[in-house]
């Protein structure tokens, strides 16, 4: 089945980096992302990777792609307040279906 | 103007009741999802429409219906609401396949049943 896990809670110090982790089972996925909800709003897509990648950049935000292990992470650097936020991990599924499976969400606290 | 809106944003209601959630869209998209959000338990697809005639159930559609009356349209009802459907509802559209299937999300509708 398909199915995208992560941890629920991650706290770092104003600008530090913050590495959020996930793991997927669907060694099919074609598509990977990263989307941020701040309080009170919808998810927005921060980035995304194609599975012939290992690696994208994007300013402060690095994302890696392990498929040997079926990792994905997302690497903020310099962390700000403004990135306090849940993230969520999401795989395009393999069906036709154009369908998102989504983890859990990270939540991340940003200490000043 | 905001791509994706949602309505109500906030709705209170007594368990028993009807309820529908409604969603439009300006981006043109042919494809729109509904999902619920619990704390912890991340966004669970209930339904998703390709197009005005193509409705397809979601992992969790047990007590919801849908409608997609036109193709910026998709609407969620609650036939008879129960505590348990208390939750974060979102709606969500994308373009049709070619693209990278990014879904692009409306602000969400808190509805609390009592």
């Known amino acids: 089945g398909e199915d995208v896990e992560q941890s629920l809670f991650l706290s770092v110090r104003e600008g530090d980096s913050s590495v959020i982790n996930c793991t997927y089972t669907?060694?099919?996925?074609?598509?990977l992302y990263w989307y941020k909800q701040e309080p009170g709003a919808g998810l927005q897509l921060l980035t995304y990777i194609f599975s012939n990648m290992d690696m994208k950049q994007d300013q402060r935000l690095t994302v890696l792609l392990n498929k040997k292990d079926k990792h994905l992470s997302l690497r903020i650097a310099d962390t700000q307040t403004g990135d306090s936020a849940i993230y969520f991990c999401a795989e395009k599924s393999s069906s036709n279906t154009g369908k998102l499976i989504f983890g859990q969400g990270t939540t991340l606290q940003v200490k000043p | 103007d905001a791509d994706v809106t949602q309505t109500p944003r906030n709705r209170i209601t007594k368990t028993g009741k009807r309820i529908m959630l409604e969603c439009s869209q300006t981006?043109?998209?042919?494809?729109m999802y509904w999902y619920r959000q619990d704390p912890g338990l991340g966004l669970r697809l209930i339904y998703y429409s390709f197009d005005v005639k193509d409705i397809n159930k979601g992992e969790i559609s047990d007590g919801y219906s849908v409608s997609r009356q036109a193709q910026a349209k998709f609407s969620l009802s609650l036939e008879s609401a129960i505590p348990n459907q208390t939750a974060l509802y979102f709606c969500a559209t994308s373009d049709s396949p070619g693209h990278t299937y990014e879904q692009y999300f409306g602000p969400g509708t808190r509805l609390t049943v009592t």
């Open positions: 981006k043109g998209h042919d494809r």
């Open positions: 669907d060694s099919s996925s074609t598509y």
